[in-house]
Every structure is written in C-alpha cells, then in structure tokens.
C-alpha cells in the first residue's frame, strides 16, 4: 500500500526526506520559535474557524452574538479566551523567532528572500491583532480602533483612501465591522498562509542555517528524532501555558460599544502599546513623526536589513554592533510599552467610567454563568446622559467635557498626535463662535488643519445627546481653559444656530 501511495503522490520519499533532514551543529531548543509560532498559528485557526460559526457582524449584532458565545456556547467562554491569548503567544514566539534569526545573522546570504518574507508575515499578524480587537464591539473594540483608524488617516496622501476604506463611512458602524471582518478572517489569512507556505519552501531550499559560525558546520544533528522532540515539547508547554490562561484570565468583554460614552479611555492590545506611547512623547506639530515616519523606518530597516548589513560574517565575534543594537532597540520598545502602560494606567484610574467587563476576567464573579437576557445587561451599565434622576442637576462646562470630550481630545484639551486635534490653543475653537457651535452640534468629517498639523478623522454630532444648555457650557469651557481666551456662548446663541 504504502509503494502504491508512493507512486501515485510521492509524498513517501517527502516526509522520509523531511524527517531525515539534517541539522546543522546539532538539535537546539534555539530553533523552536518558529515551528511554535505554526502551532499557534493552527490552534488560531480551528478557534477562529468555530467562532465565525456563532459570531454576527453588524452594528447590532457584533456585540450581541460574542456575549451569546460567554453565555450560551458550550465552552463559548474558553474557546473565546484560546483565540486571545493565542494572539499573545503568536506575537511573542513570531517576536522570539524573529530575534533568533536576528541573533544568529541568519538572514545573510542565501537567506535574504525567506527573511523578508518573515517580516512581511511579522507586520501582518500584527495587523491580524488590530482587525480582530474591532470585531467584539466593545467599548475598548470601538474606541481603540477609532485611535487606530484616525492614526492611519493622517498618513500623507494615502491617508484619506485607509480611512475610507477601513471605516466606510463617516463613523464606525455596520460597514466598518464589515470590512475588519472580511480582513480577519478572509483576507489576511489567506496571506498568511501563502506566505507561510513561501517561508516554508524557500526553507526547505537553503535548509537550516545552524549555529552563528563561519566555518561550515562539523557535526550534524537528526530533524527526526532529535530536533522533533524539542519542537513537540515546546509546543507541549506552549499549549499549557495558552490553555491555562485561558481558563484561569478568560478573555474581558465590557459594556457595548457606544460611540458618546466619551469618558472611557481605551487601551490597545499590548502589543501596540509602544507604538500608543509613541504618540504622546511628540507634539502635535511633529504628529508625523510617531505616526508614519518612526514606524516607517523600523519596517524599512527591517525589510532591507540583509542588504543593508554589509558585513557577510555570521559568527558574534566579528559582528560587533548585532548584540547591542538589538538590545538598544528591544530595549526602547519595552521602555517605550512600559510608559504607555502608566499612562494608559493612570488615565484609566482617573476616568469614572469603570473598566469593569460584562463577561471575562475582572467580571463580577457570577457574570457567565449567570444567564440574564441581554436588553438587562445594557440596561445595567447606562451611559453618560442616561436621564433620569442622573440629568435633573445640570452639570458644569468641565464636566460634560470630562465626561464627553475628554477621551478623545484629552483631558488638558490637547489632543492627540494624527487621531484627535488639540482644543487648546486651536484659533478654530476661539474664532467664530457660531462654527464652534456648528461643529459641535453636527459633528465634523474630513480633513483639518489645525497649527499645521492635519487631521483626517470623525467628531459625534453632539445635537440631541447634549441639550443646547450643555453644548453652550461645554463650549464656553473649551473657549476659556487652557489659555484659551475667547467669549463665552449662551443658551440662545445655540438655539439662534439650529
Ligand atoms: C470620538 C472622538 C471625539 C469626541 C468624543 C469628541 N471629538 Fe471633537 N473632534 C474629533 C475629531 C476626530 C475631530 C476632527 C474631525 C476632522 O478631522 O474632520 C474633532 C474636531 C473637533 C472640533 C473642531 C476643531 C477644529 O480645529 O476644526 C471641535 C471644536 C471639537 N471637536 C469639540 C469637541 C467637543 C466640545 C466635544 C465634546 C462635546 C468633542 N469634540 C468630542 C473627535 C472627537
């Protein structure tokens, strides 16, 4: 039987010249991260495949169908909690892999090709965590996307045709979830695997590059059974460790997504809190320096390095910049995701809308298995303006900021760097006081310009979810804090406007 398969498919003498491969210097547990990385990148597979069977995606529904999979799938909460923390893990054994390689100068020649093509896959799994993070509609999902959307916009030239493009339309809604779900799980998976499958053949063809020597490799090792048994023990603990996670942190759901519940201060995923930092250590003259020219580097110094290392040596000993140049810059992106997580941290103690999920780790403790119909969860967390006994004493200028404004142009007024423009010193804020009013009651699309930087992103239309009373007090604030000093409006100017 076995000559029969053999002859009709070859695939006999494939996997004996597989198994049989030779391994340069020996087995070395240095060489796991990549065949890792594959194990991850399956376990993400079959559990994104199951989650598109429950998961809806539309503005009313995204949100709904993922808290139906906590609640009502049979192992809803953990298969959820296997794709987050499987993200985690792709990022950091594809991270590990990468410095690996990195390390021992095995992206020189002949390997120029398969390297590129493993930072090409780096960019887009992350890219993969960015599309996924919308899809659940949560609070966090809506405004960290915003963040991330506004950034892309502010791109020169391109910028406009992203943001359209991603979000489709004006504000996020229906079509945006649309689109990050036909490049979640359609899209960029297929480009995944066709590149795995290049990395992979253009492996086979140069074979494993060994230890970082010059001198070609004296001792062998066996792939089968030597270096299979190390990558199946790693990819033992690995799944341990993802799995174990998953059960004992399952994965957070908060409050719905509710573009006007302005006081909530998003966090991105971990893995794009460096580049979150980033954002706030420039002004915003400067937006383009964290938003597209510093990550515009870090991917061309990636992509070209093979060309752009001249020196053809692969051993430590003869390349004396390799080892402290890469923890320089290791070291920089953890500092740099250090000081985003306490900002990120700080701001989110100071908000007094809580982080507390619906479902998930943090969650009150009898969340999923408590079966309440979804109409009551929302009904339990109201958002600011909720009426009631909340709407009977009218707040002052500073609070409505605080609680509607802030979270996008941030506390102080100033803005974020490509996402939300500065209120403070804006001579748009302090001009005219009627397009203010405009501004505020209508919402604004669009590319602006404010002190020379531009900004290409969306404001709410505040008309209705603020009364005229509320929008004449928040705009009297915004034109007199922060060195701002313009006239103040009133009641009547707000409703002379409508
Ligand atoms: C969801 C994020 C978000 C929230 C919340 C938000 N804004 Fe904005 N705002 C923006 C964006 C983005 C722009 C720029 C729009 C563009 O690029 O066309 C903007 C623009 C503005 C402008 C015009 C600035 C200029 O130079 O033209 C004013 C004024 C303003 N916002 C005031 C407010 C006030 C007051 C509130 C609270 C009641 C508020 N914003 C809430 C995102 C937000």
């Excluded at 004396?320 to 923890?327: D, Q």
């Amino acid at each position: 039987m076995i000559d029969w398969l053999e002859s009709r498919t070859g695939l006999v003498t494939a996997t004996r010249n597989f198994l049989t491969e030779d391994v340069p210097g020996g087995a070395s547990y240095w060489y796991v991260f990549g065949s890792a990385t594959l194990i991850v990148l399956a376990i993400q597979i079959l559990t994104g495949i199951i989650l598109t069977f429950y998961y809806s995606p539309s503005g009313i529904t995204a949100w709904e169908s993922t808290l139906f999979i906590y609640r009502h799938v049979v192992w809803g909460p953990f298969l959820i909690s296997l794709h987050y923390w499987g993200a985690s893990a792709m990022i950091v054994l594809m991270s590990m892999h990468l410095l690996q390689v990195l390390l021992f100068g095995a992206y020189k020649k002949p390997r120029e090709i398969q390297w590129v093509v493993g930072v090409l896959l780096f960019f887009i799994v992350l890219s993969m965590g960015l599309t996924g993070y919308l899809l659940p509609w949560d609070l966090n999902a809506y405004f960290a996307t915003q963040v991330a959307i506004n950034i892309a916009a502010s791109v020169p030239v391109i910028g406009p045709f992203i943001y359209h493009f991603l979000s489709d339309g004006s504000t996020l809604g229906t079509l945006t979830i649309g689109r990050f779900y036909g490049l979640h799980v359609w899209a960029t998976p297929v480009a995944i695997l066709g590149l795995v499958g290049l990395h992979l053949f253009i492996f086979k063809h140069n074979g494993s590059a060994g230890p970082p020597s010059d001198e070609p490799a004296k001792t062998f090792g066996r792939f089968y059974p030597n270096q299979i048994f190390m990558e199946a023990l790693t990819a033992l603990v690995i799944v341990v460790i993802v799995v174990v996670l998953a059960i004992v942190m399952p994965a957070p759901l908060l409050a719905k997504a509710d573009p006007n519940n302005a006081q909530f201060i998003p966090a991105p995923a971990w893995y794009f809190y460096a580049l979150y930092g980033l954002l706030r250590m420039f002004p915003q003259n400067l937006s383009l320096v964290p938003t597209v020219i510093l990550p515009g580097l870090f991917t061309m110094v990636l992509l070209l390095l093979p060309w752009l290392d001249r020196n053809p040596s692969r051993a430590l000993a003869r390349r004396p910049y390799a080892i402290p140049l890469t923890i320089l810059t290791v070291g920089a992106i953890i500092a740099i995701t250090w000081y985003s997580a306490k900002v990120i941290g700080a701001e989110q103690a100071a908000s007094p809308v809580g982080q507390t999920p619906v479902v998930g780790y943090g969650a009150p403790a009898n969340a999923v298995a408590n079966v309440v119909p979804v109409v009551n969860v929302m009904a339990a967390t109201p958002g600011p303006g909720a009426g009631g006994a909340a709407a009977a004493a009218m707040p002052s200028g500073d609070q409505i900021f605080a609680q509607n404004c802030a979270s996008c142009h941030q506390a102080k007024g100033q803005g974020l760097p490509g996402a939300f423009p500065p209120i403070a010193g804006n001579p748009m804020v302090t001009g005219d006081p009627a397009k203010v009013i405009k501004t505020v009651e209508n919402g604004l699309t669009g590319q602006i310009s404010v002190n020379g930087a531009s900004f290409n992103g969306a404001m709410p239309a505040w008309k209705g979810k603020l009364s005229p009373a509320e929008i004449a007090a928040v705009i009297t604030y915004i034109r007199t804090s922060w060195g701002n000093h313009a006239s103040p409006v009133t009641e009547a100017q707000v409703k002379a406007t409508r």
